[in-house]
C-alpha cells in the first residue's frame, strides 16, 4: 500500500494555515475517504461537511488542487500524488473551521427569490398536464444539488464580493427553473434585472465548468434568462407592444 | 449552570428530511409557530439520496391499479406483521400528496398523455412509482424545503439534541447544541415531531450517511416511548461493492424495473430458482416474459429480479456463499443486457438512470450501458422504529410523534421499494396536523433544569477526558464491525448473545472517550455524542431479534430458518423499565377492520 500527503487548511474563522497529513491510500479512494482516514486516525477535530458519498447532496465541496470539486467525487487516481494534496475550504463563504465555511448566504438568497406560483391546476384533483419535452429544461436545472460550488468559483463573488447585489450563478438556474416551469405564472424579470445583478455576469462560463451535475449553467440558463430580461425592458418594439397589447409578449 | 440559548415553539420538529419538512409545513399551516432543528444544512438529509420513485396508486400507467392493490402489495411486502390501519391510509393518502408536490413545483417525469409517469419497483403489482429520472428524492426534498422556507418556519440547522424533556412523562422540549460553535439550545415546544430517519452507522456497510445514528429511536427510549419491530433491518439487495471505498452505496432499485438483470458468475439467472410461494402467480417463469413486463406489457408477470429486497438480498449470499458470486464478493447486475432488444439502448439508460451511470464511471470507471455493475446488500432502512398511534402519528408519550423512518409500523418485516418516500410524506404530514393540534389543546409544560444542567454536563465530558483518551472513531468503528459481523442479514442466537455482551463492553468504551480541541465544529466530540444513540439502538435491534424465533421479510435466522404462525400474530416491543433496563415484551399485531381482511382476501 501506497502513501500520500493531504495539506489541509486548518483553523478557525479565516486565522490557521496549512498542515500536512500523511495516510495510506488504496485502489478506488476518493479525497473525502482520506480526510475521513485523517479524521478517525490523527486529528478527531477536523472540521469538514458531508452526508450522501455520492455525488447526490452536494456537502463536501471544496478545493482541491486549486479546483472548486466535490471530495466525495474526487478520485485519487484523477490526481497527481507524488506531491501534496491541497485542501482548502470554499474561498467565496466566510471562513468558519478547517473544510467548514459559512453558506448561510445562500440560504437568505433563495429566500428573496419569488416563490413557485401555480397556474389552475387541469383536474380538480391537482392534476398538472405538462409535455415531456417541455419540462426536460427545467429538469436539468432541477439537478442542482445545491453544492455551491459554481458560487464559490464566480468573480463577481469571489473577487468582487458583490453578495448584496448578485445572486450569484446558482440562483440563476434555481430563477430559470421557476421562470420556465410551464406551469408557473410567476415573474421574477424585475428582481433579475435590478435587486439579483444578472447584468453583472459577463458569461465566462466558469460556473459551467464546475458544475459536478454537468448543468450548462450559462448557456440553458443564464443567457436565456439575459435574454428575457432584455426583451422585457430593452426592446422599443416589445415595449410599443406591450403598450399596445397588454400580456401578449409574456411567456 | 450550563450557558445557553433558548428558542420557543408550539411544535419543534427534529430532523429536516421530507417527513419532517412536510410535518413543519402541515403544522406551520394550521397556524402554529413551528421550529425545525437538522443536524446538516437543509436539503442534505437523506431523502436526497432516495433514488427509485414514491409509490402511490396514481393509475396514470396501468389503470387497474388503487389504493387496495397498494394496501394489499404493502401487507404482503410486510409479511402481515404491518399495522393495517397505517398501510390503509398511507395507500389512500399517498396520490394526493404526490400531486400536492407538483403544485409545490416539483417535476415528475411524464406519460405520453402528460400525467405523472410511473415505473416498475419490487413487490409492487402495477407500475406504480412517479420518479425523476433516479434522483426522485431531490426532486422530493428540493420541492419540500423551497416551499417550506416560505412558511414562516424557523429552520436551526446543524443542531443536534442530545435528550428530550419531559414535565410529568410528557414531552416539554429538547436540549441540544450547535454544530458550529457548540453553544447549548434549548428548545421549548408544545409538542415535538421526531423525523430523524435511521439507524444505518450501527453497522459496517450502510447507504447511511453520518447522520444516522438512530438518534429519534434513542431520544423516544429515554423519555420513556415504546419502540417496536427494532428486528427488521432492511439490506438493500443491490449496494456497490467495489471499489472498497464506495461499498455500500446505493445502487437503485430502478436499474431492475428497467430490466436490469442478476447474474451469478456461471451467468445464471439465479432470481429464477426461487421464487416464493406467495408470489408465484405473479411472477414470471422465463426471462422473455420477464422483460415484456419491464416494457409495459399488461399481460407478464414482473421477472424475480423484482422480488422483495428482503428475499433478493439472501438469494445474492446465498450465491456469494456458495462460491458463484463476483470477484469482489458480489453479484453482476446487467442492464446493458437490453442494447440486445432496444436499438438506442446506450442513450436510454443514460435517460432513464443517469445518477447511477455517473455514480459508477466517476466512482468505478464502469460504463452501466457497455457492461455489467457488482452488487452486494448494504444495509439501508429499518422498518420498526417509535411504536405511534396510526392517524396521530403519537408515540405512548404524550406530545411526542414521530413520522417517516424513525416510526414503525407501515412497512412490517420488509419495506417495499418507494413506499418510503410516500411514507414521509403521508404520515409527515399527519404527524405536523396532529401536533399541531396537540399544541393548540395544551400549554407550556414546565422545563426541570436540572434535566438540562446534567445533559449539559454529561455532553462535555469528552473534553475533561481529552485527547489521550479511547478515540470515540475507534469504537464507533467496532460496534460497526460487531453489529454487521453479529447481527447482520443472517442471525443467530448464539452470535447475538455475544453482540449483547460486546455492546456492554462498548457501552463501557463510550463512556470513556476523549476528544482534543474545542467545541467548534469539532466531529471527534459529536461521533462521541452520537455513540449513546448508536448503542441504544443496537441493544433494541440485538434483543429483539433474539425475542423473534423465526425468519420473516428482513429478520432471517439461521437457527429457526422458517416462518413461525405464532410470531405471525405479534410485534416485538421494548421499553425502558424503571431500573434502566431494556425490556422486551411481545404484543398482538393490531387488529385488521373486516373491510381490509376482505381487500386482503380479494387481492390475493
Given amino acids: 500500500m501506497s502513501t500520500a500527503t493531504f495539506r489541509i487548511w486548518r483553523g478557525e474563522n479565516g486565522n490557521g494555515g496549512f498542515k500536512d497529513h500523511t495516510v495510506e491510500v488504496s485502489e478506488g479512494m476518493v479525497v473525502l475517504d482520506a480526510v475521513h482516514k485523517i479524521q478517525a486516525t490523527q486529528a478527531t477535530d477536523l472540521a469538514c461537511r458531508w452526508n450522501c458519498k455520492a455525488g447526490k447532496c452536494g456537502s463536501c465541496s471544496a478545493e482541491i488542487n486549486g479546483s472548486p470539486r466535490l471530495m466525495c467525487m474526487t478520485r485519487l487516481n484523477q490526481i497527481p500524488l507524488d506531491q501534496p494534496v491541497t485542501i482548502e475550504p470554499m474561498r467565496t463563504f466566510p471562513h468558519r473551521k478547517d473544510l467548514v465555511t459559512d453558506v448561510s448566504w445562500n440560504f437568505d438568497v433563495k429566500k428573496k427569490i419569488a416563490r413557485f406560483k401555480p397556474r389552475k391546476a387541469d383536474a380538480a384533483d391537482g392534476t398538472f398536464k405538462m409535455g415531456q419535452a417541455d419540462i426536460d429544461r427545467v429538469q436539468e436545472f432541477r439537478k442542482c444539488i445545491e453544492c455551491y460550488l459554481c458560487q464559490d468559483v464566480c468573480h463577481v463573488l469571489r473577487d468582487h464580493g458583490k453578495h448584496e447585489e448578485f445572486i450569484g450563478p446558482r440562483f440563476f438556474v434555481y430563477n430559470a427553473a421557476l421562470e420556465m416551469h410551464p406551469a408557473d405564472t410567476g415573474d421574477r424579470l424585475g428582481a433579475l434585472k435590478t435587486d439579483h445583478g444578472i447584468g453583472y455576469c459577463n458569461i465566462t462560463k466558469c460556473c459551467t465548468n464546475v458544475c459536478p451535475e454537468e448543468i450548462r449553467i450559462t448557456d440553458n440558463a443564464i443567457i436565456p434568462l439575459k435574454e428575457r430580461v432584455v426583451d422585457e425592458f430593452y426592446d422599443p418594439l416589445g415595449w410599443l407592444l406591450k403598450k399596445l397589447r397588454p400580456g401578449a409578449t409574456k411567456g | 449552570m450550563a450557558d445557553y440559548q433558548t428558542h420557543t415553539h408550539d411544535v419543534l420538529i427534529v430532523g429536516a428530511g421530507g417527513a419532517g419538512l412536510r410535518a413543519a409545513i402541515e403544522a406551520s399551516a394550521a397556524g402554529v409557530s413551528v421550529g425545525l432543528v437538522c443536524k446538516s444544512l437543509l436539503g442534505k438529509a437523506h431523502t436526497v439520496m432516495a433514488e427509485g420513485g414514491i409509490a402511490a396508486a396514481l393509475a396514470n400507467v396501468d389503470d387497474r391499479d388503487n389504493w387496495k392493490v397498494h394496501f394489499a402489495d404493502t401487507m404482503r411486502g410486510g409479511q402481515y406483521v404491518n399495522h393495517g390501519r397505517m398501510a390503509e391510509l398511507h395507500a389512500k393518502e399517498a396520490p394526493d400528496r404526490v400531486r400536492e408536490l407538483e403544485t409545490w413545483g416539483a417535476v415528475f417525469d411524464r406519460t405520453k398523455d402528460g400525467g405523472i409517469l410511473q415505473r416498475n419497483f419490487g413487490g409492487h403489482r ?428 428482513a429478520q432471517f435466522r439461521d437457527d429457526f430458518p422458517d416462518k413461525s404462525a405464532e410470531f405471525g400474530k405479534v410485534n416485538i416491543v421494548v421499553k425502558k423499565a424503571a431500573d434502566g433496563s431494556m425490556q422486551v415484551r411481545r404484543v398482538p399485531v393490531a387488529p385488521l377492520s373486516d373491510e381490509l381482511k376482505k381487500v386482503i382476501e380479494e387481492q390475493k
Fill in chain 2, 126 to 553: 402495477y407500475p406504480r412509482l412517479a420518479h425523476v429520472g433516479d434522483r426522485t428524492g431531490l426532486e422530493m426534498i428540493r420541492t419540500l424545503q423551497d416551499h417550506g422556507v416560505h412558511q414562516g418556519i424557523d429552520v436551526h440547522m446543524e443542531v443536534t439534541v442530545l435528550t428530550l424533556l419531559t414535565d410529568g412523562g410528557r414531552v416539554v422540549g429538547a436540549f441540544g447544541y450547535d454544530r458550529e460553535r457548540g453553544r447549548f439550545r434549548l428548545f421549548k415546544a408544545k409538542a415535538i415531531v421526531l423525523a430523524t430517519g435511521g439507524v444505518g452507522r450501527a453497522f459496517k456497510i450502510t447507504s447511511n450517511s453520518w447522520e444516522y445514528t438512530g438518534d429519534g429511536q434513542s431520544l423516544a427510549y429515554h423519555a420513556g416511548a415504546e419502540l417496536k419491530d427494532m428486528e427488521f433491518v432492511q439490506f438493500h439487495p443491490t449496494g456497490m461493492v467495489w471499489p472498497p471505498s464506495v461499498q455500500g452505496i446505493l445502487v437503485t432499485e430502478g436499474v431492475r424495473g428497467e430490466g436490469g438483470v442478476l447474474r451469478n458468475k456461471d451467468g445464471a439467472r439465479f432470481m429464477f430458482g426461487d421464487i416464493p410461494d406467495n408470489y408465484k402467480s405473479q411472477t414470471a417463469d422465463n426471462e422473455e416474459e420477464g422483460w415484456r413486463y419491464c416494457q409495459g406489457d399488461k399481460n407478464a408477470r414482473r421477472p424475480p429480479e423484482l422480488l422483495t429486497r428482503d428475499h433478493v438480498a439472501r438469494c445474492i449470499m446465498r450465491e456469494v456463499r456458495g462460491g458463484r458470486g463476483s470477484p469482489h464478493g458480489g453479484v453482476f447486475l446487467d442492464i446493458s443486457w437490453i442494447k440486445e432488444k432496444l436499438p438506442n439502448a446506450p442513450e436510454h439508460i443514460r435517460r432513464k438512470l443517469p445518477s447511477m451511470y455517473h455514480q459508477f464511471k466517476q466512482l468505478a470507471d464502469i460504463d452501466i450501458t457497455r457492461e455489467p455493475m457488482e452488487v452486494g446488500p448494504t444495509t439501508h432502512y429499518i422498518m420498526g422504529g417509535v411504536s405511534v398511534d396510526p392517524d396521530s402519528q403519537m408515540s405512548s408519550v404524550p406530545g411526542l410523534f414521530a413520522a417517516g423512518e424513525v416510526a414503525a409500523g407501515l412497512h412490517g418485516a420488509n419495506r417495499l421499494g418507494g413506499n418510503s418516500l410516500s411514507d414521509l410524506v403521508v404520515f409527515g404530514k399527519r404527524a405536523g396536523e396532529f401536533a399541531a393540534k396537540f399544541a393548540k389543546d395544551h400549554g407550556s409544560g414546565t422545563v426541570n433544569t436540572a434535566q438540562v444542567e446534567a445533559a449539559a454536563r454529561e455532553s462535555l465530558a469528552p473534553f475533561e477526558r481529552g485527547a489521550g483518551a479511547e478515540n470515540p472513531f475507534t469504537v464507533q468503528h467496532d460496534l460497526q464491525e460487531m453489529m454487521q459481523d453479529l447481527v447482520g442479514i443472517v442471525r443467530r442466537e448464539d452470535e447475538m448473545v455475544r453482540a449483547l455482551e460486546g455492546l456492554k463492553k462498548l457501552s463501557a468504551r463510550a463512556a470513556t472517550t476523549g476528544v482534543p480541541g474545542n467545541r467548534e465544529y469539532n466531529p471527534g466530540w459529536h461521533t462521541a455524542l452520537d455513540l449513546q444513540n448508536l448503542l441504544t439502538v443496537s441493544e433494541a435491534i440485538t434483543l429483539s431479534a433474539i425475542e423473534r424465533k423465526e425468519s420473516r421479510g
